[in-house]
């Protein structure tokens, strides 16, 4: 390669001077991690190009310059992705970490001649490069602990760029390290028995129907404390649909009640295989032994949806119903709808459980500072 292809693009400095040390190594990785430091300081990233390589019976290996390796020519005219990219021009710059057998040690050797130059520009920004970006074990424990919380990634992405500037991540890397950690709480469980893992763990009261070949048809699933709180206020159920607005084809059909405070509640919600009566009259009956057979709830509200007016008429009999012009919680099923109309679906049932799992969590906190309140506030008289 000419001087001119090598200095093209670049700044003309030769940085070789900066890794001339006196200083030897223990080990091939202390050496690594010396040059690491020295080379982001000035710039660029250097990447091990060669392993156990000998010479008279002495070991070396060389660090070339993360650009330097020159892809193979392609045929871009059959090419089928054309716009494909890549990072490596050929890129000189290399050093060489020897071992030496009378010291026991590895040292430094820099080529101070062209060979020590770059023909590219330095690194502007750090993000984008996974070296030197990414996130630290401090800041993958905050992603875990929000995770939990059920914080979103964008969130997430604030505080970790406020509390942990030096780590420089992407939003990629706040994914990959949730899917990571929802992988290892799964414990190579598949989705759906997961899913069925955490309503177990919570204690939630859920039924499945599977078919003969061991597919999932329906999932129930109601809230231990939310039970309670239906059996204590069964008077107003209204029930809706978020259709299916997921991957994985199925209504989303939520149970809700209302306390005397006036504070809307989720009862339930259900996985339905698709709308019809028979599927409405399973869902029903679950409903009916939530709430015992020695209590009849006042009044139904619901759409004009056919087939769950039909199943209503079998399961309640004796229960009024009034189709209503509005969705009776309307926090829930902005959340649901939201949550699976994205473009990028939630990935797996245990997602959606612990969403949900925390809508609820909020919703009892709410209901017991209402009752609360009523039970320790009285109105005044003027």
Known sequence: MEDSEVEEGGDGVNYSANFVTDKVFRT???AVTWVDAVSINLGFILVKASFNKNRDGRPYRYLRCDRGRRSKPRDLENAIRKDTK??????PFYIKISYNFVNDCWFITAKNDVIGTHNHPMIAYPEGHRKISGLSPEAKQVVRNMTKSKVVPRNIMATIAEQFPQDHPNIRHIYNCRNYFRTEMSDGRGFVQQFLHLAR??????WVLSDDQGVLQHAFMA?????DILRTYPYVIGMDSTYK???YGMPFFEIVGVTLTNQNFL??????RNECTANYRW?????????????????????RELGLVAALREVFPGTSHL????????????????MFKNKKPPGSLDTVWARVHCHISNQIIAIRNDLEASRSKIGQKY
């Not at 763990?201 to 859920?206: D, F, K």
């Not at 809230?223 to 039970?227: A, R, W």
């Not at 869902?283 to 509200?301: A, M, T, Y």
């Open 28 to 30: 091939f990785d202390e």
């Open 267 to 272: 009862v339930g919600y259900v996985f339905i």
């Open 283 to 303: 869902v029903l009956q679950r409903l009916r032994d939530l709430i015992g057979f020695d209590k009849e709830p006042s009044v139904f509200l619901t759409d």
């Open 245 to 247: 607005t997921n991957q």
């Open 323 to 338: 189709l209503c012009r509005w969705h009776i919680n309307k926090d829930v099923e902005a959340h649901v709808t939201d």
């Open 86 to 91: 890549t990072k490596a021009n050929g890129c």
């Open 201 to 206: 763990q919570s204690q939630y009261v859920y």
């Open 223 to 227: 809230h231990p404390v939310m039970v």
